[in-house]
């Protein structure tokens, strides 16, 4: 499956540009012609080698340099140039998104292929668990070999020293473990969740959902009964959820819901721990969230860093739909690593294949969110608490196991 398709293979949205105007329909603030370094024809057709020629999105940006970076070890200028040809962007503005985000790398054409790589966490959990030595040993005694540069937090924070090479992790590293890993062709795997579609099932997993899509519930007692709950979002601002889901019920359609996985504060790792044991109580609450709110899509922002993550929900999200539970699109969407992208509007600006800037408010992006729409935003943690939240009402807070 590429990365312009969503989980369940249905392609993205391409409504609206960057710009606000429809794909096709310009390139905007009036020019006529490109600007900037031109792209020579060699590279254009290499580009469009790796992220096909037709239907091609400005808000799909990040996911084309990630394929771009995939297919080739890196970013290089002419590349970018090239890119921006394909979007009818200029090139800088493919540039000043290729190098906000620090798991892109930006090659010049003239350097040599990157080597092999391997990434050691330089987070304080890691720092703490001697991920310092174990770089400055690794670059003494094996620099010539491969390279070794510090990488941001990894989300891997219980298990470090973490290191990588490409999206293959090392938990408790090594100066053994990681040689092996450099020397060997490893391939990366796909997490099993501990609990999976028909174990959540015989639990009594998607009754609720199932009680919600047959129309034996109404979307505003569903919400009603959550912020009778007290269920606050996780994400860090505790906003109430049920208020929030009311908020945007209110508004005017089309709506959309944006789930934000970006956890990226160093020692945070609750989401990853939630989708690798029980990822359908997730989903329900995902799918819930995006019924009680009649939204016509959902955008879900996970971080780079987990790519087994990915690979896990691509599969089950296929395996919802495949059960006629999953009745909109869901698209996902790889964050650069941008520490600012947990904040919500600039998760928005990255989903948008832009920088990932905080925006002003107002407007709020229940009022005008995701490519202007009205747009609910939860991270995984409080979505994975919504169903038993909205079962329980004003008794869950007593029931909680924490």
Not at 1 to 26: A, C, H, I
Not at 273 to 283: C, S
């Amino acid at each position: 499956m590429s990365d312009t398709e969503t989980p369940t293979g249905g392609m993205v949205n391409k409504s609206v540009n960057r710009l606000g105007r429809p794909p096709g329909s310009g390139t905007g603030r009036g020019r006529t012609g490109p600007r900037g370094r031109q792209s020579d024809p060699t590279s254009v057709a290499e580009v469009q080698g790796i992220i096909g020629k037709s239907e091609l999105h400005t808000g799909l940006l990040l996911e084309y340099l990630h394929q771009i970076q995939d297919a080739v070890g890196g970013l290089r200028h002419r590349h970018l140039a090239a890119l921006a040809q394909c979007l009818r962007l200029s090139p800088a503005e493919v540039y000043e998104v290729a190098t906000f985000y620090h798991r892109f790398e930006v090659l010049s054409d003239e350097a040599a292929p990157a080597p092999r790589t391997i990434r050691i966490c330089d987070s304080l959990p890691c720092q703490m668990a001697g991920a310092d030595d174990l770089a400055t040993a690794m670059t003494r005694d094996h620099g010539t070999e491969y390279r070794v540069v510090r990488a941001a937090c990894m989300g891997r924070c219980d298990r470090a020293p973490v290191a990588a090479r490409d999206d293959i992790y090392i938990d408790q590293a090594d100066a053994q473990s990681i040689k092996a890993l450099a020397a060997t062709q490893t391939q990366s795997e796909t997490a099993a969740p501990e609990q999976d579609l028909a174990g959540y099932q015989a639990a009594g997993g998607y009754e609720l959902l199932r009680h919600c899509l047959a129309g034996r519930m109404e979307r505003a007692a569903v919400i009603a009964k959550l912020e009778q709950s007290g269920l606050r979002g996780m994400g860090g601002a505790g906003f109430p959820t049920g208020r929030k889901w009311g908020l945007v019920a209110n508004e005017s359609g089309p709506r959309l819901v944006a789930v934000n996985g970006d956890e990226s504060e160093p020692g945070t790792f609750k989401d990853r721990h939630y989708l690798e044991t029980d990822p359908h109580r997730f989903i329900e609450g995902m799918l819930l969230a995006a019924w009680a709110v009649d939204a016509d899509a959902i955008y879900l922002y996970l971080r780079d860093e987990y790519p087994h993550l990915r690979r896990l929900l691509q599969r089950e999200l296929t395996a919802v739909e495949q059960a006629g539970l999953q009745t909109l699109p869901v698209h996902m969407r790889r964050g650069a690593g941008a520490y600012i992208c947990g904040e919500e509007s600039a998760m928005l600006e990255s989903i948008e294949g832009k920088r990932g800037l905080p925006r002003q408010r107002p407007p709020f992006p229940s009022q005008s969110g995701l490519f202007g729409r009205p747009t609910l935003i939860n991270n995984i943690e409080t979505l994975y608490w919504a169903r038993d939240a909205i079962n329980q009402g004003n008794g869950w807070q007593n029931l909680r196991s924490f």
